[in-house]
């Protein structure tokens, strides 16, 4: 998946319009526990 958020930001050539692209197709974060339960990422 890295490489693929680094090609479309070559191609796109700014960050805004990539996170623009990832947002409307709906890409978060990859989500984790923590060893104390709590939930992190999933975020934009």
Do not use: P, W
């Amino acid at each position: 998946m890295a490489k693929h958020l680094f090609d479309r930001y070559l191609a796109l050539g700014c960050v805004a319009k990539l996170k623009q692209e990832l947002d409307a197709k709906g890409i978060v974060s990859g989500v984790r526990i923590s060893t104390r339960g709590n939930k992190l990422g999933g975020k934009a």
